[in-house]
């Protein structure tokens, strides 16, 4: 039978529990390596010597994980969870000019990072800085096996950065209890054991990889399937291989693998019986995408789940299969102990059926946001939260979302606001206005594109200014396309009209193709 998470105060209790229970069950496998849980746990242990003993932190300090998927990730990670020392997973494709102001608000006292992707992190002020060849080349302590200060559910787990709708940096402050309280979740409403494996591609410093999967995969003491980047011919090679039953990630992850799951099935015409149960959030499941991955995977439930970084993953999970359902279309239903509610502008409440603002309250929902070096509430008085999304409940309490928060685009899971690539564009020479919006990707969901009003003394190409934003923001933020226009329509009171923009582009009216970004 499967603990809950009633019965631990941290997420290192419940390592320090599969390791106890199972000890030669494997934990991690990542490249040619294996980490059973007696290894597994061993390693995190001698990790918490060298953060305690060689480093001197203390419980409440800070330190920026920014390892990408890797095995010592996770050994760190669970290591400072036991200490009762923050961390916060940092997203491995951000560039210095997007990030220095936001590890600055950070202020952590070490910065773990991979020189070959971020080496401007060594210069972090007042922060030991330790690349990960450096890391795997210490001679790590003996073992630190008991703790020296207790780390309770209401501490700080792990502080994860997201954005609202101005594009300003926030930092979702997650607790052991959100974490463990996720965790029950899942473990429920996914019927997810001991005896089950995942792969984990998407990436670990995103709130699904860190808490849909590592952190529960680690406390059912179950097996993870670890890779360093998402690569779709990979993972169809490993779910055959290895017998996974359960698959985690976005529309985009699940569209490529089908993609991948086609061009194999000539020579491995395999249909995948172990696969027990895909997930799919962090994006809508079309009707279509289900078909495919039925038909691809016909033994396996498809399970869509809605969720935020500020619910630590889940807040509604599909019960069952939601091929055949009455209810496709729904994100399905609240996991225990959340509640949701439907509000328009005012904040009233609405009844079953109408859309307008989706507000939750449980324990999974975080508490505080870190914004400008000092905590925030991220709830109004009665712990209600407000995800800036729209939708409605029906009837029975399923929920059906309809839009999201109105500038932000989501690039197969990776989150993109506009604000933050009009700030950056309207600085290019010649660039007078620039405004930001989503165009439909069959790929990736949404990608964003670039409306810019030249101010008539450059000339200005996609080309040129593509490779200028190329060392200022990750990849994944580039324009799918540039469109040159001589005005921005505008609203009555003088705003400019992204709905109009959405129409035009629509239209097709006066496009300009940019390269492709792969």
């Avoid at 105060?9 to 419940?14: D, G, H, I, W």
Wanted: proline share 6%; with cysteine.
């Amino acid at each position: 039978m499967n603990s809950t998470s009633a019965d631990f105060q941290n997420l290192y209790q419940a390592l320090s529990h599969s390791a106890a229970r199972s000890p030669d069950a494997l934990a991690l496998a990542f490249e040619d390596r294996r980490y059973l849980y007696r290894d597994f746990h061993l390693r995190v242990q001698r990790a918490m010597a060298q953060l305690d003993r060689g480093w001197s932190l203390r419980k409440g300090d800070r330190i920026l994980l920014a390892w990408g998927n890797h095995p010592a990730f996770c050994e760190v990670l669970f290591a400072a969870l036991g200490l009762g020392i923050e961390v916060v997973p940092f997203n491995t494709k951000l560039k210095q000019a997007e990030s220095e102001a936001l590890v600055g608000h950070i202020a952590p006292q070490v910065v773990l990072f991979d020189a070959t992707v971020q080496d401007w992190l060594k210069n972090t002020p007042d922060a030991r800085a330790v690349s990960l060849s450096e890391w795997q080349a210490l001679c790590l302590p003996e073992p630190l096996t008991r703790p020296p200060v207790p780390v309770n559910r209401d501490d700080t787990a792990v502080m994860m950065f997201t954005s609202g709708t101005t594009g300003e940096p926030k930092g979702a402050i997650i607790t052991h209890n959100n974490l463990l309280c996720a965790i029950d979740a899942y473990t429920q409403k996914l019927n997810l054991t001991a005896a089950d494996s995942t792969i984990l591609a998407v990436p670990i410093y995103h709130i699904t990889g860190l808490s849909a999967l590592l952190a529960l995969f680690i406390s059912l003491g179950a097996s993870i399937w670890l890779q360093h980047r998402f690569n779709a011919p990979q993972v169809i090679t490993t779910l055959r291989e290895q017998n996974i039953t359960f698959l985690h990630g976005s529309p985009t992850i699940f569209i490529l693998l089908c993609q991948a799951a086609r061009e194999q099935s000539a020579s491995h015409p395999s249909d995948f019986p172990a696969l027990r149960t895909i997930a799919c959030g962090a994006g809508h499941l079309s009707d279509g995408l289900i078909k495919e991955l039925k038909t691809l995977f016909p033994h396996t439930a498809i399970q869509p789940i809605y969720g935020l970084t500020e619910t630590t993953s889940p807040a509604t999970i599909f019960p069952g299969d939601v091929w055949g359902s009455d209810k496709c279309g729904s994100s399905g239903q609240a996991i225990p102990g959340l509640a949701i509610t439907i509000r328009n502008d005012r904040q009233q409440p609405l009844p079953a059926g109408q859309i307008g603002h989706i507000w939750l309250k449980g324990d999974v929902v975080i508490r505080e946001y870190w914004q400008h070096s000092e905590r925030r509430p991220s709830c109004d008085a009665q712990g209600w939260f407000c995800t800036g999304d729209l939708g409605y409940l029906d009837d029975e309490g399923w929920l059906y979302i309809k839009d999201r928060s109105k500038d932000m685009i989501n690039r197969g899971g990776e989150k993109i606001y506009s604000l933050e690539l009009e700030n950056i564009l309207s600085t290019y020479r010649g660039v007078r206005e620039v405004a930001v919006i989503p165009t439909p990707s069959p790929v990736y969901g949404e990608e964003p594109v670039a409306f810019i009003v030249p101010d008539g003394q450059h000339h200005l190409t996609s080309e040129e200014i593509l490779d200028w934003l190329k060392v200022k923001i990750a990849r994944f933020k580039l324009p799918a396309r540039i469109i040159f226009t001589r005005a921005l329509p505008r609203t009555h009171n003088g705003k400019v009209s992204k709905q109009q923009l959405k129409t035009r582009l629509a239209e097709s009216i006066i496009t300009l193709s940019t390269e492709d970004k792969k």
